[in-house]
């Protein structure tokens, strides 16, 4: 069942990106920047926990969830170590996504002869 | 002389106005309305979110993992499976298909990292690659993090932070 509601969750929030392509002309960064955006202020406000808990995947591969995490990581450590843990944390839970797509696209330049 | 003046003439008939030239493009543009573009994006990219539950669920069941520790390296191992589809040049292709389907799901995030890093390399690894990479996924990093440090201090002065 989480199958489904993850292809219907995920499938949706990429239909919302789809329409801001093309009925509201935004550049991908300007979409992509958008959805990140509304991704930290839906978890700033506590549902987009739920929200994984509903839909699993659904939620957590489409980029908003990397706004979620964000903030995830950034509340986190204000509730353990006080209000430094809004700078210190920002990072703690995005950063597997972030090295990985560092390091592996370093590596990929390092080994990828480009065509053209 | 008079001959080039003719040829003048010719070439001044074959010129289109920027007007006529852009009416004359848009007919031959491939026609793509909004809602099939919307379908593609929906089933391309509820499939990509599928296949990252197959490999959380595989990360649950084989290491038991709980549902939110195994997020992160699903989205490593999608980051992986994007990063490797952008440099032999299919996930291009599936997005010129697919639209925002591929490009909202994090492996989008990666491909746009992977290709910035591909097509600056021949400028070299620090001036080409290291330069280049965040160039299109620079903007969704400064804007997450930037709205993360502003949703965490509105909790600050609440004091709601970390429920």
């Given at each position: 069942m989480i199958f489904l509601w993850a292809f219907l969750v995920g499938g949706a929030i990429c239909v919302v990106g789809q329409v801001m392509f093309d009925v509201f002309k935004l550049t991908p960064a300007h979409t992509m920047a958008t959805l990140v955006v509304i991704g930290a202020v839906v978890d700033g406000i506590g549902l987009y926990e739920p929200l994984v808990a509903f839909a699993g995947a659904g939620a957590t591969v489409p980029i908003t969830s990397f706004g979620n995490a964000l903030v995830h990581g950034a509340l986190t450590e204000l509730h353990d170590q006080g209000w430094i843990g809004v700078i210190s944390g920002i990072f703690k839970v995005t950063s597997s996504g972030?090295?990985?797509?560092?390091?592996?696209?370093?590596?990929?330049?390092?080994?990828?002869?480009?065509k053209g | 002389m008079t001959e080039s003046s003719a040829d003048k003439e010719k070439y001044k008939?074959?010129?289109?106005?920027?007007?006529?030239?852009?009416?004359?493009?848009?007919?031959?543009?491939?026609?793509?309305?909004?809602?099939?573009?919307?379908?593609?994006?929906?089933?391309?990219?509820?499939?990509?979110?599928?296949?990252?539950?197959?490999?959380?669920?595989?990360?649950?069941?084989?290491?038991?993992?709980k549902a939110e520790d195994a997020s992160n390296p699903t989205v490593a191992v999608l980051i992986i499976i994007s990063v490797i589809l952008t440099s032999i040049g299919v996930y291009d292709k599936i997005a010129q298909w697919a639209g925002a389907g591929t490009a909202v799901p994090v492996t989008g995030f990666a491909n746009s990292m992977c290709s910035a890093?591909?097509?600056?390399?021949?400028?070299?690894?620090?001036?080409?690659?290291?330069?280049?990479?965040?160039?299109?996924?620079?903007?969704?990093?400064?804007?997450?993090?930037?709205?993360?440090?502003?949703?965490?201090?509105?909790?600050?002065?609440?004091?709601?932070?970390?429920?």
């Open positions: 972030i090295s990985a797509a560092i390091i592996f696209s370093f590596l990929a330049a390092l080994v990828i002869r480009p | 008939k074959m010129a289109m106005s920027s007007k006529e030239y852009q009416n004359f493009a848009k007919t031959r543009e491939p026609s793509r309305s909004i809602g099939a573009n919307c379908l593609r994006a929906f089933i391309i990219g509820g499939a990509i979110c599928v296949l990252g539950q197959v490999i959380q669920e595989l990360f649950m069941h084989l290491l038991h993992m890093a591909l097509e600056h390399r021949a400028e070299g690894l620090v001036l080409g690659v290291g330069a280049n990479m965040f160039k299109l996924a620079g903007s969704v990093v400064v804007f997450g993090v930037v709205a993360a440090f502003f949703v965490g201090i509105v909790h600050l002065i609440l004091g709601t932070g970390g429920q």
